[in-house]
């Protein structure tokens, strides 16, 4: 590495592992004897977790520097705070190996678990690394050796583990734990009950297990649901395992799901549906929606053609009542114009009276496709359907008048398909009674998707030709406006302050 000098000592970041002496690595305990140096982090009480695990390797003519942190969780007067106060010492301790590595003297940094993962080292590491040769010897982690103890594989195939610290607000561990497969919380100690509250609120409590003091004396392991808060150490992870193989839980009724998909893929699931979708015994819905969603072990697949709407509905409901837990997938947001109020409105039958049902919101078309032109939506808009599948042309042709009156942004949803190609043209004329030919409308199509093409054009030039079931139509106010940035780009936006509004504050 340029800019070292090859006459100075060398840098080691030693990785003991989770606590067991006999889990150190060979090469840990090669280092450890050739080191002229051993330093480790510890509390004010002066003891060393790490020095422990490695102390049948530590000689007596070793040089020993022990870096006490001068605070762990108390408050502090120091004018940076908490953080000015750790900036302070890891500097300080830094500047103390390099004098050792000045002198020529080889240091070996002890690390419980790996080095690099949520270790002390980090910080000596960013601040000698690049001035003296350094080498990083990597140790089995807690969270391998909570795994093991546990017996139970942490992730399997294409399933996705999730690295949490309890540090983290209750709110974000909840959102994490709701989109991943599996997921080990570290740091827990004080941090238990909220670690608890967000497994609940995640719906993931019964998977959760608890592991205290992996492969060191006092090791327990339980189910986290009956852990005592008070008897947690700082040394404790939870764990969520694998789901793969897992066996299905017994329920005397299950409930119904029904969540939004957003416009296209993974990326516009929330995290709340990403749960929701993992843990569904069955998924139902419009087969090409169900697409979007990642294959699972265990799970069943209901796909059926988007026409039949109440018998899917009552299919998910009937699954639920004889325990399963039924996600119901709809694409955009479930309550727009999609299955949400099928699923409602078949659940009010008496017969599933007693049938759980959530709805989980998901980004509707309109949204997306407002975002990648601009902001349109910025003031009062409508949302209509122009689907006369299940109500007459008279009244949607009677609320495009009313909404084209008022002055308000439409998004039109359903504008158009194979046996539906007249009904574009229909609004068009009808909207030009009431909008000036050069008013900006967003063609969206696809969007999100692989093909997703979204244009913006005047009013009197749109083509229903080019307008099919796959597109949304976001139609301006007088007020819309559009401008071409720098880049070439068109942006359209509906500013939020109407005319009437500027003249009585003037």
Same mark, same amino acid.
């Given at each position: 590495?340029? $800019? +070292?000098?090859?006459?100075?000592?060398?840098?080691?970041?030693?990785?003991?592992?989770?606590?067991?002496?006999?889990?150190?690595?060979?090469?840990?305990?090669?280092?450890?004897?050739?080191?002229?140096?051993?330093?480790?982090?510890?509390?004010?009480?002066?003891?060393?977790?790490?020095?422990?695990?490695?102390?049948?390797?530590?000689?007596?003519?070793?040089?020993?520097?022990?870096?006490?942190?001068?605070?762990?969780?108390?408050?502090?007067?120091?004018?940076?705070?908490?953080?000015?106060?750790?900036?302070?010492? #890891?500097?300080?301790?830094?500047?103390?190996?390099?004098?050792?590595?000045?002198?020529?003297?080889?240091?070996?940094?002890?690390?419980?678990?790996?080095?690099?993962? #949520?270790?002390?080292?980090?910080?000596?590491?960013?601040?000698?690394?690049?001035?003296?040769?350094?080498?990083? +010897?990597?140790?089995?982690?807690?969270?391998?050796?909570?795994?093991?103890?546990?017996?139970?594989?942490?992730?399997? $195939?294409?399933?996705?583990?999730?690295?949490?610290?309890?540090?983290?607000?209750?709110?974000?561990?909840?959102?994490?734990?709701?989109?991943?497969?599996?997921?080990? +919380?570290?740091?827990?100690?004080?941090?238990?009950?909220?670690?608890?509250?967000?497994?609940?609120?995640?719906?993931?409590?019964?998977?959760?297990?608890?592991?205290?003091?992996?492969?060191?004396?006092?090791?327990?392991?339980?189910?986290?649901?009956?852990?005592?808060?008070?008897?947690?150490?700082?040394?404790?992870?939870?764990?969520?395992?694998?789901?793969?193989?897992?066996?299905?839980?017994?329920?005397?009724?299950?409930?119904?799901?029904?969540? @939004?998909?957003?416009?296209?893929?993974?990326?516009?699931?929330?995290?709340?549906?990403? @749960?929701?979708?993992?843990?569904?015994?069955?998924?139902?819905? #419009?087969?090409?929606?169900?697409?979007?969603?990642?294959?699972?072990?265990?799970?069943?697949?209901?796909?059926?053609?988007?026409?039949?709407?109440?018998?899917?509905?009552?299919?998910?409901?009937?699954?639920?009542?004889? $325990?399963?837990?039924?996600?119901?997938?709809? @694409?955009?947001?479930?309550?727009?114009?999609?299955?949400?109020?099928?699923?409602?409105?078949?659940?009010?039958?008496?017969?599933?009276?007693?049938?759980?049902?959530?709805?989980?919101?998901?980004?509707?078309?309109?949204?997306?496709?407002?975002?990648?032109?601009?902001?349109?939506?910025?003031?009062?808009?409508?949302?209509?359907?122009?689907?006369?599948?299940?109500?007459?042309?008279?009244?949607?042709?009677?609320?495009?008048?009313?909404?084209?009156?008022?002055?308000?942004?439409?998004?039109?949803?359903?504008?158009?398909?194979?046996?539906?190609?007249?009904?574009? @043209?229909?609004?068009?004329?009808?909207?030009?009674? #009431?909008?000036?030919?050069?008013?900006?409308?967003?063609?969206?199509?696809?969007?999100?998707?692989?093909?997703?093409?979204?244009?913006?054009?005047?009013?009197?030039?749109?083509?229903?030709?080019?307008?099919?079931?796959?597109?949304?139509?976001?139609?301006?106010?007088?007020?819309?406006?559009?401008?071409?940035?720098?880049? $070439?780009?068109?942006?359209?936006?509906?500013?939020?302050?109407?005319?009437?509004?500027?003249?009585?504050?003037?």
């Amino acid at each position: 590495m340029s $800019g +070292i000098d090859a006459t100075t000592g060398r840098l080691y970041g030693v990785g003991l592992g989770p606590g067991d002496p006999s889990l150190m690595t060979v090469r840990a305990v090669e280092i450890i004897a050739e080191a002229d140096v051993i330093a480790y982090h510890s509390a004010r009480h002066g003891r060393s977790i790490a020095r422990a695990i490695a102390a049948k390797h530590i000689r007596a003519d070793h040089v020993e520097e022990a870096l006490v942190y001068p605070l762990t969780t108390e408050t502090t007067d120091h004018p940076g705070g908490y953080r000015g106060a750790m900036e302070e010492f #890891y500097a300080a301790a830094a500047a103390r190996l390099a004098a050792h590595l000045d002198a020529g003297r080889t240091v070996a940094v002890l690390a419980e678990g790996d080095p690099l993962f #949520y270790g002390s080292y980090m910080h000596m590491h960013k601040r000698l690394a690049d001035r003296y040769e350094t080498e990083v +010897i990597p140790g089995v982690t807690s969270v391998s050796a909570a795994a093991a103890r546990l017996g139970t594989p942490l992730a399997e $195939g294409e399933e996705v583990l999730t690295i949490l610290p309890g540090t983290l607000p209750e709110e974000e561990l909840t959102a994490r734990l709701a989109a991943t497969d599996a997921a080990v +919380i570290m740091k827990l100690g004080r941090t238990f009950p909220k670690v608890r509250g967000a497994l609940e609120r995640s719906g993931r409590l019964g998977e959760a297990r608890y592991v205290e003091r992996a492969t060191m004396a006092g090791e327990r392991t339980a189910a986290l649901a009956g852990v005592d808060p008070e008897s947690v150490p700082y040394f404790a992870v939870a764990v969520l395992p694998s789901r793969v193989g897992a066996k299905p839980e017994i329920r005397e009724r299950g409930e119904v799901v029904v969540v @939004g998909t957003g416009p296209a893929g993974p990326l516009w699931l929330t995290p709340e549906t990403r @749960g929701a979708l993992a843990a569904a015994d069955d998924l139902v819905g #419009y087969t090409t929606y169900l697409d979007r969603v990642p294959e699972r072990g265990g799970q069943c697949r209901h796909g059926s053609d988007n026409r039949v709407e109440s018998e899917r509905a009552e299919f998910a409901l009937e699954l639920a009542r004889r $325990g399963r837990r039924v996600a119901v997938v709809s @694409g955009g947001d479930p309550g727009v114009f999609a299955m949400a109020t099928a699923v409602l409105e078949a659940a009010a039958q008496p017969e599933y009276a007693d049938v759980p049902v959530r709805v989980l919101p998901g980004v509707t078309a309109a949204n997306a496709a407002a975002a990648a032109a601009g902001a349109p939506l910025g003031h009062d808009y409508a949302t209509i359907s122009l689907s006369d599948r299940l109500k007459p042309w008279e009244v949607i042709a009677e609320r495009l008048r009313s909404a084209a009156a008022a002055d308000l942004v439409l998004a039109l949803y359903n504008p158009g398909s194979r046996s539906r190609t007249w009904q574009v @043209g229909k609004a068009r004329e009808l909207l030009l009674e #009431y909008r000036g030919p050069d008013t900006p409308v967003v063609v969206g199509r696809d969007v999100g998707g692989a093909e997703q093409s979204v244009r913006i054009v005047p009013l009197g030039e749109l083509d229903p030709a080019e307008v099919d079931m796959r597109t949304i139509l976001l139609v301006g106010s007088s007020q819309t406006r559009t401008v071409r940035r720098g880049n $070439g780009e068109q942006v359209v936006w509906t500013p939020r302050r109407y005319p009437e509004t500027e003249r009585a504050g003037s």
